[in-house]
């Protein structure tokens, strides 16, 4: 079969499929004629003509594949609009909507239009546990549909070392951050702190003195920082659809040790003391003993990076779930 990708991002750059084996398959990448701005907090309507003109474009091509042809979206949005237009054509392809995770779960007419679409996909690739049951009940589809598979990122090598001269913790990210609760924490404790992320995650809030905030970094900048700082902290709220996962995986695949809220988003990859540190959601003082703990233990920060790398090699790199993907479109490429 030919799967035709599209993605809200660039995925030539040896994405999950350039890993499959099976000769099966053949994948062709639609890519994207715009720029994805990930810390906006909602897609505007600019975004969303993006997306639709992205299905588009591809569409003919899907529709004209002299071999049997299926879709992987790579973000809800795309995978909406081609559920739509799959509906809109009563196309029976298959439909993949890779790396699903939907931040607010939207009640009213975004429901039913979401419900609508996305009655079309045929498996949606979630990177919790949890959340199959959430968006199953959420879109009033069978549980069968959704497939957990863990997130995941390109293997990355370690090109810088620990910051011991001018140490500082690190803590990276927008969407469904507590950085109200990291700051409380950071007031009380003299460590040197660096946070990156869009400027409406920390609107209003006091920065204390030891904290200073960094925006529109680029990827290559926050990967050094992220392998160069003491600690990485991941505070999150604690919601029904997980966030979190991009930065601990990065962080683990920087080698670092990582501490972060126990959450819908971090259960499934964290094992608590063996390859990082959870700390209950909303617990100030637990936060604040977790991360005055690691800052004062080498021993300690060095076992937890060292496990953390492993297990980010092991189960969270692109080749590692490729035979997931696989076995997904096996199944898929069976039934048809």
Avoid at 122 to 130: I, W
Avoid at 197 to 222: F, K, M, T, Y
Wanted: some cysteine; overall charge positive.
């Amino acid at each position: 079969m030919n799967w035709f990708v599209l993605s809200l991002f660039r995925t030539a750059d040896r994405w999950i499929p350039s890993f499959v084996q099976s000769p099966v398959h053949r994948f062709v990448t639609i890519e994207p004629t715009y720029s994805h701005d990930r810390s906006r907090p909602r897609a505007t309507l600019a975004d969303w003509r993006d997306y639709f003109f992205h299905v588009l474009r591809a569409w003919p091509r899907i529709v004209s594949s002299r071999q049997p042809s299926g879709i992987i979206t790579v973000f809800p949005q795309l995978a909406l609009v081609a559920g739509l237009l799959k509906r809109l054509t009563f196309s029976k392809r298959p439909l993949v909507a890779w790396m699903f995770n939907i931040g607010n779960l939207r009640e009213g007419m975004q429901l039913r239009v979401a419900r609508f679409g996305y009655a079309a996909v045929d498996r949606f690739v979630v990177h919790s546990t949890h959340e199959i049951e959430v968006y199953s009940r959420w879109l009033n589809l069978p549980m069968e549909r959704f497939v957990f598979v863990p997130l995941s990122v390109a293997e990355k090598p370690i090109t810088e070392v620990e910051d011991v001269e001018s140490p500082f913790l690190l803590s990276m990210g927008t969407p469904n951050r507590d950085y109200a609760l990291l700051l409380k924490v950071l007031t009380d404790l003299p460590y040197r702190t660096l946070i990156v992320a869009a400027p409406h995650a920390l609107q209003g809030l006091p920065i204390p003195p030891n904290v200073q905030v960094r925006a529109g970094l680029s990827e290559d900048a926050c990967r050094e920082l992220c392998q160069r700082a003491r600690v990485s902290i991941v505070p999150l709220q604690d919601l029904q659809t997980a966030a979190g996962q991009v930065t601990v995986v990065e962080a683990m695949m920087s080698g670092r040790p990582v501490i972060s809220t126990r959450s819908v988003g971090t259960v499934d990859y964290v094992e608590p003391d063996v390859d990082g540190v959870l700390v209950t959601a909303e617990d100030v003082d637990a936060m604040r003993c977790q991360i005055d703990r690691l800052w004062n233990d080498a021993p300690k920060r060095e076992a937890l990076a060292v496990a953390a790398r492993r297990s980010a090699l092991d189960k969270y790199t692109f080749r590692a779930v490729s035979r997931r993907l696989e076995t997904i479109l096996n199944g898929l490429a069976a039934n048809r």
